[in-house]
């Protein structure tokens, strides 16, 4: 058989020939069509490279963010600046960190992958919503272009934000809560999503921001643990729960165990809810007897009954400095490890 009449038309992209498109027909009737197929197909690949070429830049910009909060800078200093430049950002400026969780962010991102059964679809509009948070978070700093913001993993984000040290630390401390609470309210407002922030310390040269990076993320953590989530935390603000952060699990339960759990002398006896939440009150209102009994709507009497009975349930006495420090910090414990009820 012989051959057909048509065209073949060459794909090109980049000034290179990468494909032919071919139609059978007369050539004079077929030929407009072709044209317009041609450019069909050519303006399809260019978009391609595009949206491919800006999903590798912003995963480079991902993956030097990660590598800076992490520490992870290799030997040569000025190489990972040079790596910065490159991606648009000066790291020698000084910068403060702040961890944001977005409460059920990753839920609501796993729900959506499911809903579109995993697809690629799915990897988009995750991706998305990602997009959606940051896009929030940098219309914030739109006139600030060194602010950097980024998602780390889970309902978590994180935003270096650039500080004057022209400022003292009050005034840098009362910036930093502002700038927070801009964020949390503005993601609040935009995207309906609960949002609890911490923030650290500055600290010098470029190692200081994974510092940083680590204060706030222990702000955030111990904050949410023991005040509950929805507010901003400086670490510098966490008193005791930071020393709780460096003690462990089992370490705490058998201090609580040997506290507020039992006694030294009548070990079936355990303090109840209600005693628990009266101390929680007395130390909440700085060991005032008044303050105390009108927070819980009680008699004085009634609360000098119940704390009467701490005593003699724990062994220790409200009264002595050492007996009361270790009662504020049993129950510092048991709301730190999430057994606690009335937070």
């Not at 139609?23 to 044209?35: A, K």
């Not at 005040?227 to 020393?243: M, P, T």
């Not at 609360?303 to 062994?315: A, C, D, M």
Request: net charge positive; charged share 30%; hydrophobic share 35%.
């Amino acid at each position: 058989m012989g051959a057909k009449p048509g065209i073949n038309l060459p794909i090109e992209h980049n000034n290179k020939i990468i494909g032919v498109v071919g139609i059978t027909g007369e050539p004079n009737e077929v030929s407009p069509f072709g044209e317009v197929i041609k450019m069909t197909v050519e303006m399809m690949l260019q978009q391609e490279f595009l949206l491919k070429e800006i999903q590798l830049e912003k995963q480079t910009q991902e993956n030097f963010i990660h590598d800076l909060i992490s520490g992870r800078m290799g030997n040569d200093p000025d190489l990972f600046l040079t790596r910065g430049q490159i991606v648009g950002y000066d790291i020698l400026i000084p910068r403060v960190a702040l961890v944001m969780d977005i409460y059920q962010f990753e839920k609501t991102t796993k729900q959506s992958l499911q809903a579109f059964k995993g697809s690629k679809e799915g990897e988009i509009h995750l991706q998305r919503l990602k997009n959606d948070v940051l896009k929030t978070i940098q219309g914030i700093f739109v006139d600030t272009p060194q602010e950097i913001a980024s998602y780390t993993g889970g309902d978590r984000f994180v935003v270096l934000k650039t500080i004057n040290l022209k400022d003292s630390d009050e005034i840098l401390r009362k910036k930093l809560f502002r700038m927070g609470k801009r964020i949390k309210d503005t993601i609040s407002q935009q995207m309906k999503f609960k949002v609890t922030i911490g923030i650290g310390e500055y600290h010098e040269d470029i190692w200081g921001i994974s510092k940083s990076f680590k204060e706030a993320t222990q702000a955030l953590d111990v904050g949410t643990k023991l005040e509950g989530a929805g507010d901003i935390y400086h670490v510098d603000n966490l008193g005791v729960g930071k020393l709780l952060a460096e003690i462990r699990g089992e370490s705490q339960q058998e201090f609580m165990e040997k506290t507020i759990y039992s006694t030294k002398n009548n070990k079936e006896k355990k303090i109840n809810e209600t005693l628990l939440e009266t101390l929680k009150a007395f130390f909440d209102n700085n060991l005032s007897i008044s303050k105390t009994a009108q927070t819980i709507y009680v008699h004085r009497n009634t609360l000098l009954y119940r704390l009467r009975r701490v005593k003699e349930i724990t062994g220790l006495d409200l009264k002595k400095f050492d007996d009361a420090v270790q009662l504020r910090m049993a129950l510092k414990m048991r709301i730190y490890q999430g057994s606690n009820k009335f937070k």
